[in-house]
């Protein structure tokens, strides 16, 4: 919990910053400091962001106001992310914020595979924020940000072949098949998804969907250490997705939990058929680090998802995702 009021100053100076730049590029700033406040680094977030602050555009310009008669028509419109922020902002500062999440949760949840997970991922921190720490305008603003980057991103991944899998997360990601040509960015190669294996499909009970949530992020952070290279960035998002789909669970009504672990395994496996290498390599646990050392070299290596994987890491807290953190540290450049 940051008692510094850090978090705050670095949110406020971010939301002057739209949620991409170049028309694509995701500004991962607002996920990285929050881990870093988490992670008990809140010293280090102003430089951090300092150094970061070259990647970050100018907050988009409006185009017509979302309400609740018209949202549909903006669904998955990108042009209209300023549009979506601006609505949340409205809701949030007028609603209790779970009751925000929990109604727009369902509606959002179908197409949390846009924006290469992104959007999904920054509500996750957003509310891990919420449920740890006070409750301050600029955290439930970055939750408004959040929330309207994912509905102007909004894309569903719909008609997938079902494929045999396997009893635990690992055996089923071990079992999804590689798209057939791997080029591309990630809507290319999300529109080569066209089967995945089933896993998890029959859980209806809310202890079971957060179990079996909880299984499938630790083994796509495993897995991250024998087969990140297929793909050093995108292959993060296979961990770190499901669990901010698990960061929000706490916060959203158990009947929406086991749709939100499909829905969190559909992520997880799709990245995985997009970037899987042609095969795996070897990792051996780390010896003598602690889960806070390996945190302070992900701050000093800088790049913002060694960060969030090392932060998903430590939330599995075992030696093999010690070991992804630091495969993630030597397979990506650091940050200059």
């Not at 940051?2 to 910053?17: F, I, K, P, W």
């Not at 949760?105 to 846009?114: D, E, I, N, S, V």
């Not at 602690?290 to 800088?302: D, I, K, Q, R, W």
Request: one cysteine or more; a negative charge.
């Amino acid at each position: 919990m940051d008692v510094t009021g850090t978090l705050d100053e670095a949110l406020e100076r971010l939301h002057h910053s739209g949620p991409e730049r170049l028309g694509r590029l995701t500004n991962h700033a607002p996920m990285a400091v929050e881990a870093l406040t988490a992670r008990g680094q809140a010293r280090a977030v102003h430089r951090w962001l300092d150094l970061y602050a070259r990647k970050l555009e100018e907050f988009p310009s409006r185009v017509e106001p979302v309400t609740t008669a018209n949202w549909r028509s903006a669904l998955g419109e990108p042009s209209r992310v300023a549009d979506w922020i601006g609505f949340f902002e409205r809701e949030v500062a007028e609603r209790p914020w779970r009751d925000v999440l929990g109604q727009w949760w369902p509606r959002l949840l179908p197409g949390m595979y846009g924006g290469s997970t992104h959007p999904v991922i920054r509500v996750g921190h957003a509310v891990r924020t919420l449920l740890s720490g006070e409750i301050t305008e600029p955290r439930l603003s970055e939750l408004a940000h959040g929330l309207g980057y994912w509905a102007a991103r909004h894309r569903p991944v719909t008609d997938l072949a079902p494929l045999a899998g396997g009893d635990s997360a690992a055996a089923a990601l071990d079992a999804v098949p590689p798209i057939t040509a791997q080029d591309g960015g990630f809507p290319t190669r999300l529109d080569r998804v066209e089967a995945l294996p089933v896993w998890a499909a029959e859980v209806v009970e809310p202890a079971d969907a957060h179990r079996r949530l909880t299984e499938l992020v630790r083994a796509a952070t495993h897995r991250y250490a024998t087969h990140g290279h297929g793909e050093e960035t995108m292959l993060v998002h296979a961990a770190t997705a499901p669990n901010a789909v698990l960061r929000a669970l706490p916060a959203l009504p158990h009947a929406l939990w086991p749709s939100s672990l499909r829905a969190a395994w559909t992520a997880s496996a799709a990245v995985t058929a997009m970037y899987a290498p042609a095969a795996a390599v070897p990792c051996t646990p780390p010896g003598g680090l602690t889960p806070e050392e390996v945190f302070e070299l992900a701050l000093s290596h800088g790049d913002e998802h060694v960060i969030k994987l090392t932060d998903t890491a430590l939330d599995v807290g075992d030696a093999p995702a010690l070991a992804a953190a630091l495969r993630s540290m030597e397979l990506s450049a650091p940050m200059r």
